[in-house]
Structures are given as C-alpha cells and as structure tokens.
C-alpha cells in the first residue's frame, strides 16, 4: 500500500509542473485606430515553434503556452505588438508609419555608420526648398554643391559637386543609374516635374558608398521616388507662378489590398511662358508604384516614371553690355562699338520694337525672333504621337527647343535567405526619343542695329546682340530669285519644278536609346561588426544620333553636301537625315565588393 501511494504521489509530482507552466492562450486582433478586426494576423509565441493566424472575425487560439513567455501579433501594414501570456491577450494594432519599400538596399545609401560624407533632403524639405524647380536646386544649400538653372529652361539645369561636373556625380532613381552611358552626362530636363513623386535625394560627396560601376569621383545622387503606401487616399495641388505658370499634380493611393499589395500613382501637368523671354515649357510627368509581398522572405516592387516634355531654351551667353551698359563702359579694355541702346527685334512688318519693352534686360533671350503668323509650314520632330505638327506659337519660333520622353521601368526583388543573407535586384528597362533644334544652312541675321547681314554687310559686325531674322529666311527659301545674299555670300538656288530650294533650314539633333540593364547586391553578416556586399552591374543599350529636317522654312528641299558621299549634294525634304547618322551599341558588365 505504501508503494502505491509514493506511486501517486510521484506522477502528481511530475505533472504538477504542465499545470503550473502551461496556458491555452486565446484573443483578438484588431486595429487601434478602427477597432475592426485584422484578419490573417499572425501572434507567435517567441522563441517557440507555437503559432496561429486570426481569423475572420480577428480571433485566435494557441494551446500549451509556457507561463511567461511572450506572445507577439504581427500584420503587414502595422507596428507589431508584444504581450506576456495569459488566458486572454487582446491585441490592437497601430498602423505602421514605414512604407512598403526598400528601395534604399538598392540606392547604396550611407548612414551614419558609413565613412560617406553625405546630405539627406527629405520630402518635406524639398516641397519648401524647391517649389517647382529641377531637382538639383534642392541641393544649393549642401556643402560642395553648386547648382544652377543656367540660362532658365525648364530642365536645363546642372550640378557641381566638389568642382567636379555631372559627368563625374553618379545620379540614380530607385537605384537605377541616369548618367548618360556615352558622355556621362545627365539631363534633367528627362526628370521634369518627377520632384513631385520623389520621397528623398541622399548626396553622398566624394568617392561614395554606391556598388555600381558608376563614375562618381565628385560624389553620388541617390533619388527615390515615394513607396507604395499603407492608408488609401489621394491628393491634388495647384500652383501658379509668374511668366503663365501653371502646375497641377493628382495623387492617388490604394492603401494595402489583400494585406500583401498596395499601388500609388502621381501625374502632373505643367505649362508655362517662362520668366526669361520665350522659355516657354509644355510638359507632363508621371509615376507609378507598385509593392507585393509574397511572403516573409519575398519582396516584389514595380515602378515607372516618366516625364515626356518639350520647352524654349535659352543658352547662349551674352555680351556684358546686353545687360548693363553703363557697367560694361566701365570695364577695361571693353569696346563700346559693342553697345547698341536699343536692342531690337524686327516686327512682322520689318519694324524694330524692343524685346523687353523696358523691362529688366536680364530676362532677354536671343533664342527667339518673331515670325509673321501667315507662314504656315509644318514641323517635324517625334517624341511620341504625330510627327508633322504645327509650331508651338503662330508669331514667334524657337530657334533652340528641346523635347524629350525618357521612360524608365524597373522591377525590383528583394529575397531574405536566412537571419544574415539578403539578396536585392532589380531589372530596368529605359527607353528615350527626343533632341534639340538648331539652324542649318545660311540664316539671315541681324545685328542689335536692325542692320540685316545681306550683300555689303555681316551681322556679327555690328553691335549685340544679333537676333534671326526668320522672315526674311522665308521669303529667300518661298522666292523665285535664282540668287540671295547672306552675310556678303551669294546663294545660288536651284528649282525643280514649281519647287524652291531652302538656303537655310531648322534641324533636330535626335537621341533615340532603349537600355535593359541588371543590377543585383547579395549582402552577408558575417558577424555583428562585419558586413560583405559583392554584387553585378550589368547594362546594354542601343543609341542612334542623327539630324533630321525639323522646318524648311517656305522652301519645298534642302540640298545637303554633308555626306561624302554625294559630292554633288543631296536633295532632303521635311523630316529627311541629314549632316550625321550614327548608331551605337554599348555593353557594360561591373562587379563590385564592399
């Protein structure tokens, strides 16, 4: 008898231990804010294998719970919150103030941990800092950074960073590199009106943190545009300025769908007469984010932007006396027979009127002359749509314009193989059509004067500044005279059949491109103190440069002696190549370790 008492006595002893150590957990799991239930919310208990997803109406259930452990519940789109095990544990979950990306793992951004000095502008800093500048005059206050609009077209702005051009800065989007992959060069004019969907710029200064095989001596431009977010909603902003400005943004998100995708997408439009003389812009930009999470270990982000766009240029500097003559008088050495008092355009009707009517001579810009409204011939240039348009104002015509649509599509991949092995990439695709005009051939010119360059004179011999003279370009190229005269050089035309042949012409210098490239980090903890990130650069594009007949200006051909191969000239018509046609192939391979 006592041997079975000490019997019981012993498996009382020994399940004692699941009773006084052991919980079934049950609760809810709902949002904070709404109090609705989050269905498919996951509560784990830490350090075990013990686990259950919410349900429909947010409730859970976990058997066997260690006393005093920790029960965490977790969702996508929320802050996760942690509790001790008890019989019930409610949870309410914050929504989450992080956005679904991570397109910082591929824009090889610094912390503070980085041996990088670096620059962050946020969004909040760019919205009062730039307005509806381009991008980089958000970045005139950082250290070692010059930035400037230049002559004040809408994109043409540039950069400096420690003395060194943009050729040697590494500008990226949503880690995707910009710079030109034949000359390094970047074009902001591509990226107008995308500040509106960009969330932050890191300037790193210097040799940088970015893994890409990039020329980035001066330093590195990290751009990424605003991640998909978590809360539905949507946003409109109207904003005007002087010089006809006028801007219209349109946002739009669809908040978490399904607890693992959420899309967002911005379009803007923008016009405007510009501040300086003529500058006019015509433009659009769009974007387009996407984020799926597959699963813990899956990360999938789709993104597309764009700025298709087209605007008066002003890039040619001016004589010192164009702005302030009383300033250029008094300068050494300076030759007055330079200064004319009246700077001038010929009218419609060969009248000479001022280009500023009085106003401040630093908004004058020699890129545009007036054109009587009754020449009516059609433009060609092609950046998407029509090919042969009208001319953007009936009474003035640009001699420099650029357009411009430089599409750029990447999806990007982030894949978790374990606690201390991550995996990024992303597959881009970025396409491009558009140029800038310029004259070809003979143009009539006249100089600050009013003094036309004919047969017994040369417009750059008189005073400045010298300006086109586009109607008497079209009554040369629309004549029946057999000779014209342009800066003391006899022209002799040729005739086809009730056809007349242009002495002078507009042209458009075309860049049309279409890169794909690869771009994957494989990133290692190989210990708290220790990090390696090796990885692949891989990009290959096609590009074709040419010169097309943009106007011929009242004529009906062109004849072009560019080509070595008609030595005798070749007859072009609108929309025809013409001085060069060169195509290009460049494959590019990096591989990087850090």
């Known amino acids: 008898m006592n041997r079975i008492k000490r019997s019981y006595m012993f498996l009382v002893s020994f399940l004692l231990p699941l009773s006084l150590f052991a919980v079934n957990v049950s609760g809810t799991v709902s949002d904070a804010a709404t109090g609705n239930a989050l269905a498919g919310a996951n509560v784990v208990v830490e350090g075990t294998d013990l686990g259950a997803a919410a349900g429909g109406d947010g409730s859970y259930s976990i058997a066997n719970v260690p006393a005093g452990a920790t ?97 040697n800065v590494a500008v990226m989007i949503n880690g995707v590199p910009q710079n030109d992959m034949e000359n390094g060069w970047v074009y902001w004019s591509n990226w107008d009106g995308v500040g509106d969907a960009t969330s932050s710029i890191q300037m790193q200064r210097g040799l940088s943190a970015a893994t890409l095989a990039t020329p980035s001596i001066g330093g590195t431009m990290n751009i990424l545009t605003d991640p998909t977010a978590h809360s539905r909603g949507g946003k409109f902003k109207q904003e005007i300025g002087d010089g006809g400005f006028l801007k219209s943004t349109l946002n739009y998100n669809t908040g978490l769908i399904g607890e693992k995708m959420a899309f967002s997408t911005t379009i803007v439009r923008k016009t405007g007469d510009g501040i300086i003389d003529k500058t006019w812009t015509d433009a659009w930009a769009y974007y387009f984010g996407a984020s799926y999470q597959m699963n813990e270990t899956n990360r999938f982000e789709l993104y597309a932007v764009g700025a298709p766009q087209r605007h008066g240029q002003n890039l040619y500097k001016q004589n010192a006396g164009v702005y302030d003559a009383d300033f250029a008088k008094g300068m050494e050495g300076y030759d007055e027979t330079a200064i004319w008092n009246g700077l001038s355009y010929p009218d419609s009707d060969g009248e000479f009127t001022s280009p500023y009517d009085g106003g401040d001579p630093r908004l004058f810009n020699q890129n545009w002359a007036p054109i009587d409204p009754s020449y009516s011939g059609k433009q060609y240039w092609y950046m998407y749509g029509a090919r042969e348009v009208e001319r953007h104002d009936p009474n003035f015509l640009n001699e ?35 140029g800038g005009t310029g004259t070809y051939g003979k143009i009539p010119t006249v100089d600050a004067a009013g003094n036309l360059g004919d047969d017994d004179h040369k417009f750059y011999y008189g005073p400045s500044p010298w300006t086109r003279d586009w109607n008497t370009l079209v009554s040369y190229n629309s004549g029946s005279e057999d000779t014209v005269y342009v800066d003391k050089s006899a022209l002799v035309r040729t005739h086809g059949e009730g056809e007349n042949q242009s002495v002078g012409i507009l042209r458009n210098s075309i860049n049309r491109q279409s890169t794909i490239g690869a771009i994957s980090n494989l990133t290692f903890d190989m210990s708290d103190a220790l990090t390696l990130k090796v990885g692949l650069d891989w990009r290959t594009a096609g590009i074709e440069h040419a010169r097309e007949v943009r106007d011929l200006m009242g004529g009906d051909y062109y004849v072009d002696y560019a080509d070595d191969n008609e030595p005798g000239g070749k007859r072009v018509e609108l929309g025809d190549i013409i001085a060069y046609h060169n195509e290009t192939t460049v494959d590019w391979l990096g591989f990087f370790g850090q």
Do not use: C
């Open 71 to 167: 029960i965490t519940a977790s969702m996508i789109g929320y802050t996760s919150s942690s509790a001790t095990a008890a019989a019930t544990v409610n949870f309410s979950l914050e929504a989450s103030a992080i956005q679904l990306s991570a397109l910082e793992v591929l824009a090889s951004r610094a912390d503070e941990k980085t041996p990088v000095a670096y620059t962050n502008v946020t969004k909040a800093d760019m919205e009062f800092r730039l307005g509806s500048q381009d991008i980089p005059m958000s970045l005139n206050t950082t250290p070692s950074v010059y930035a400037t609009q230049q002559g004040g077209g809408a994109g043409d702005a540039r950069i400096n960073v420690r003395g060194f051009n943009q050729r």
């Open 400 to 434: 420099r314009e650029n357009y411009f649509h430089k599409p750029l599509v990447n999806l990007n991949h982030f894949l978790t193989l374990s606690d201390n092995m991550r995996l990024s990439s992303v597959l881009y695709w970025s396409g491009g059509s558009g």
